[in-house]
């Protein structure tokens, strides 16, 4: 099944960024010069989130963020990584938010239908899911409006419209959406009960991570200032060395589990919490030191190479 799903995916991904405009967002149609779409841009955002925090079958890392070719419809083509593709779109939303804050689009890609979007509890989502802060003051219309559509009565959202307010299903779904993705975005900056792991949101490219003395990495990641030192058990700094000094396309899980003396199936636990200390020494940005990659037909894992080495 994997087998059949990974090309797809990536059939896909290479789809959206092919139409993605310069300015960050996406049309309403395809190959037609229209004006940007807010709930397009959130649904292109919210599937390539997806596709960069995907997590393999025993809950590595699926996908590595490095530049792809995005653009080409309308202008030149250009590379950026899909982490980069995600936030730009998020600010696009942010900036844009007059647009969506309070509406309902119609959705006109398809000629014949009358499908509308919840705009104004999509685009909270995607702009959540971006990174911006829940609490954010240009946010606040949104959430105003969410609150004020809760109808008590029949305990559901109402949709807002010209004809007035009804609660139905899809209000229900996209608005319990939007809050779940502030419920879990909270939690990560230690204002909610649940634990959410770093993993789970877009990582953030590293600059650079060189090995040091004493058990250590030395980390630099973009609006950091100076090298950061990451400490690391004895096991973890061994998975460090082990990926570092192995070949640049990666070593395969089983000789990791060999330099480690551990079961083969062991080994994605200690990329996570390698993964994890360096999300931890970086203030929890969401960093990866370790990449999940296909070797040989096998997987393995990759060292974090800066844009410079690819």
Request: glycine share 10%.
């Amino acid at each position: 099944m994997l087998a059949r799903v990974e090309p797809l995916i990536d059939h896909g991904v290479h789809g959206l960024l092919y139409h993605r405009r310069a300015s960050g967002a996406w049309g309403w149609r395809t190959y037609v010069d229209t004006d940007p779409s807010p709930s397009k841009t959130a649904l292109c955002l919210l599937a390539l989130s997806a596709v960069a925090s995907g997590a393999g079958p025993e809950g590595e890392p699926a996908y590595r963020d490095t530049p792809r070719d995005m653009g080409g419809v309308h202008g030149p083509a250009y590379k950026k990584r899909l982490s980069e593709a995600v936030v730009e779109a998020g600010q696009w939303l942010v900036r844009n938010r007059h647009r969506w804050e309070t509406f309902v689009e119609d959705d006109k890609d398809v000629q014949g239908t009358a499908w509308e979007h919840l705009a104004y509890a999509l685009c909270t989502q995607a702009a959540v899911r971006a990174g911006v802060d829940p609490r954010d003051p240009r946010l606040s219309k949104a959430w105003q409006l969410i609150d004020d559509l809760w109808d008590p009565e029949v305990a559901m959202w109402n949709e807002p419209g010209a004809s007035g307010k009804r609660a139905t299903v899809r209000a229900a779904y996209s608005t319990v959406s939007a809050c779940r993705e502030a419920r879990g975005r909270l939690a990560r900056i230690g204002l909610g009960e649940e634990s959410v792991s770093a993993d789970e949101i877009t990582a953030v490219p590293l600059v650079s991570a060189e090995l040091a003395e004493d058990h250590t990495v030395l980390l630099t990641a973009p609006d950091i200032g100076g090298p950061v030192r990451c400490e690391l058990s004895q096991r973890l700094f061994d998975l460090a060395k082990a990926v570092h000094d192995g070949p640049g396309e990666g070593l395969p899980t089983e000789r990791i589990a060999r330099a480690l003396f551990v079961a083969p199936s062991s080994v994605p636990k200690y990329v996570q919490r390698l993964n994890q200390a360096v999300s931890a020494a970086l203030g929890g940005a969401p960093a990866r030191l370790l990449y999940a990659v296909n070797v040989s037909g096998a997987g393995g894992y990759a060292w974090a190479r800066s844009e410079a080495t690819g």
